[in-house]
Structure formats: C-alpha cells, structure tokens
C-alpha cells in the first residue's frame, strides 16, 4: 500500500490516502504513487476513479473504459466487489452505534 496525499472522492467525499495497485502497468510516478490516468476505487462509497492532472480525483467515465483490457475491466470489477463486503460491515455498524 502506498501513502497518498490526501484525496477526496467525488462521490462520498470521504479522504482518499492510500493506494494499492492492482494492475503492474498502471501509469505510476516515484515511489508508487498513481498517475494521471490511473484507476483506483473508493473504498467507502465502491466509486471507480481516475487519477487527473492536477492529481484531484474524478468519477470514471465510459470513455475512459472503452480503451481498457479485458484483464484491467475484470481487475476493477473485482476490487469494486472486493469491498462491498467491507462496507456492508462498516454501514451495519454504524446503524447499530446510533442506536
């Protein structure tokens, strides 16, 4: 995992501050941090991201797929499904701490 500066996502608005990569050809820079260009996916909210060049966050757009290999599509539909179940924890305890 790779320290970040902290980012916010589009979506859910929550700090975004670490990364792990996924995909060994992922545009990088320096000690791992993403580049422009680079996926990643909110952990919070499920929100696939890319990475832009003012190294701010945007939600992804169908044009940004379309270029994709079929190995990167399954790699962020699997990280998208890898923390579903996570939030599913974290929203089912946050409903039971406001009780």
Avoid at 49 to 77: G, I
């Amino acid at each position: 995992m790779t320290s970040l500066e902290t980012l916010t996502c589009p979506r859910c608005a929550k700090r975004i501050d670490a990364a792990t990569n996924i995909e060994a050809t992922a545009p990088q820079i320096g000690e791992g941090q993403p580049a422009p260009g680079a996926f990643c996916v909110c952990m919070y909210c499920g929100a696939v991201l890319c990475v832009t060049p003012e190294y701010t966050l945007r939600p992804v757009e169908a044009a940004d797929l379309e270029d994709l290999s079929d190995v990167t599509r399954r790699q962020l539909l699997t990280a998208v499904m890898t923390f579903d179940p996570w939030r599913a924890k974290i929203e089912a305890s946050r409903a039971t701490s406001t009780r």
